[in-house]
């Protein structure tokens, strides 16, 4: 197979323009194109007005060799590279059914939890996995409960329970971690096949939105259940149970249960999200190598939809096939810090995303037609160790649940969110009402000053960003958009060293992976991250060697 890439045609071409250019650029008859494929297609909208779509293209041709021979060292042709997943093992039943066999523990059913299931279950070796929140549709109850009631489970909620972080989420499914193995092209042929639309496999920015995300979780649940491998919900891992080698190293032996059950364990996954502290203070409790880690905090800020489709596509807004307009800001402010936009939600919501009593936090999501009136995004700054939270691995969870807590309480204690107009943050008076935005947040907002909620140096360098943004994208700074606080999830505020095996530094047998361990940040990243580790747990397994 041949792959063309950059294949650049105009918003409104007509179907037989790919194929036109496909044979012109490899310069053959049109008979002698066998069959093609779009792997991939985004836009270029750097020219308002003039938006291109860009191809990759996989091509069969007749005399395939001969093409690519002449074409030798002609840019953006050459062969296809195999994407295809090739398991590190497929006999893993033959471990499995030995007397006293001790099945791979995953702790967490988050994108990369179910993803190094999935690949344990499909490899064999009959996981288990143990997640402290509710089954999906339960724990979709009682994220509502928050929304609509001001109701908090502290174990079933935005953050915890089936699915992970990203249930209630965009399901934007695109990341820039490396990957030359494509596991991300495993990840998506596993979305597609538990329910997710076959267009993530080609465009280059695919989304799948919450209604999907919640099914396609069941699927891969029964998925895993079918292979053999089991489920255990409402189950919080609260201790672990070390043994020492005789070579002096610390090993895992076992889970302890919040109920008190142990469960005997040798492998152990660790997918716990950036959002289990208790379980990250135990970790450190115990010695696990941990490190602090930098991070980013700030609010959401939200737009009418039609005024980011105006400022990004112009004329072109509205165009079905470029959809609702997202964006991506970044800002070196004076006082040395970076400003970025972080998960924007076009079409979305922001929702309430706190696992703590007494803690407001923000976040986004949308459905998958991204049809809501407003854009949201994060506009986050970023907070390094030391610097902004001296005192060790767990000091940036300290300093989240404080501005978390103070955003709490100037929401006014029931878990509205603190707002503020941009207008009035950029002029460094509160807000006593809202404009011609309204804001998504659920259970509400109270207008207010959103200085209170975070350190003054986010708030600077946030204003001059403000500022900047809206010199690049018209409108981005008008008065009436709404910021909501606090943003502080961003991704996790430490992280949990892992050799080359897959293992923790000083742990044999705990496997820290995805987001909370520090090894991914999003939900593509987290699933790629749990095919990593769940490879590395069965290698190790075998006592075959696993080459990181
Ligand atoms: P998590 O998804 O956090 O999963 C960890 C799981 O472990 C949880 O289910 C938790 O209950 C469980 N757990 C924790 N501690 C224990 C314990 N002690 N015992 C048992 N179980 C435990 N990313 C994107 O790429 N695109 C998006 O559009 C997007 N939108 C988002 C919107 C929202 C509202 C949120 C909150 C996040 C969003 N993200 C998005 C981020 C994404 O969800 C995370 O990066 C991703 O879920 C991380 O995956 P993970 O498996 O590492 O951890």
Redesign the pocket.
């Known amino acids: 197979m041949i792959r063309l890439t950059e294949i650049r045609l105009p918003l409104d071409h007509p179907p037989e323009a790919l194929v036109a250019d496909i044979v012109r650029r490899l310069d053959i008859a049109q008979d002698d194109l066998l069959a093609h494929t779009v792997f991939r297609r985004g836009y270029d909208a750097r020219r308002r007005g003039a938006i291109m779509l860009v191809y990759t293209v996989d091509c069969t041709v007749r005399d395939e060799d001969a093409v690519l021979a002449r074409l030798a060292g002609t840019p953006h042709v050459g062969p296809a590279p195999d994407t295809d997943y090739h398991f590190v093992m497929r006999d893993g039943a033959a471990f499995a059914d030995r007397p006293g066999y001790r099945r791979p523990v995953v ?8 993803l190094a299931g999935l690949l344990l279950a499909q490899m064999g070796l009959r996981p288990l996995i ?4 509710k089954v999906v549709r339960e724990r979709t109850v009682d994220t509502f409960a928050l929304w609509r009631k001001s109701v908090l489970t502290p174990e079933s909620n ?9 249930t ?6 695109y ?1 820039q971690v490396s990957d030359p193995r494509h596991y991300g092209r495993k990840v998506l042929h596993e979305f597609v096949k538990a329910g997710a639309p076959e267009e993530i496999l080609y465009l280059s920015k695919p ?1 799948i939105g919450t209604f999907r995300l919640v099914s396609m979780v069941e699927h891969i649940r029964a998925e895993i259940e079918a292979l053999g491998g089991s489920y255990r919900f409402d ?4 201790d672990i149970v070390l043994a020492t080698d005789a070579d002096g190293m610390r090993r895992v032996a076992g889970l302890r249960l919040a109920d008190g059950e142990e469960i005997a364990a040798d492998h152990v996954v660790l ?6 502290r ?2 990250f203070t135990m970790l450190h409790a115990h010695g696990v190598a941990m490190e602090a880690k930098p991070f980013s905090i700030g609010v959401r800020i939200e737009h009418p939809q039609s005024v980011i489709d105006a400022a990004r596509f112009g004329p072109q807004a509205g165009n079905p096939l470029l959809g609702a307009a997202d964006y991506r800001l970044v800002h070196h402010a004076t006082n040395g810090r970076a400003v970025y936009s972080f ?1 924007m ?1 076009p079409g979305g919501t922001v ?1 309430a ?1 706190t696992s703590e009593e007494g803690r407001v936090v923000t ?3 949308s459905q998958y037609s991204r049809a809501e009136r407003n854009a949201n995004a994060g506009i986050v700054v970023g907070v390094t160790p030391e610097a902004d939270y001296p005192g060790g691995p767990l000091a940036g969870i300290a300093f989240q649940r404080h501005w978390e807590r103070q955003a709490f309480l100037a929401g006014g204690g029931d878990y509205r969110a603190p707002a503020q107009r941009v207008g009035d943050f950029l002029a460094g008076r509160p807000s006593t009402h809202l404009g011609a935005v309204e804001p998504s947040y659920r259970p509400g907002v109270t207008p207010t000053d959103l200085s209170a909620c975070l350190p003054d140096f986010v708030v600077l360098a946030m204003r001059e960003a403000l500022a900047a943004f809206g010199r690049e994208l018209n409108g981005f700074d008008m008065a009436d958009a709404v910021l909501t606080g606090v943003e502080t ?1 961003t991704s996790s505020p430490l992280r949990i060293p892992r050799g080359p095996d897959g293992q923790c530094t000083n742990v044999a047998g705990l496997y820290p ?4 361990a520090g090894y ?7 699933a790629i ?2 095919i990593r580790v769940a490879e590395a747990v069965a290698l190790t397994m075998a006592g075959r060697p696993v080459d990181g």
């Open positions: 702790i967490g059913a988050g994108p990369c939890g179910l143990l997640e402290r929140g935005v953050q915890f329970g089936e699915g992970g972080a990203g209630f989420s965009d399901g934007k499914l990341s989304h189950t919080r891992v609260e997918a716990v999200g950036h959002s289990a208790d379980t998960c939600c929702v995303a976040n986004g999501m999830r992976a995805g987001e909370g991914a940040g999003g939900i593509l990243s987290a991250d749990g």
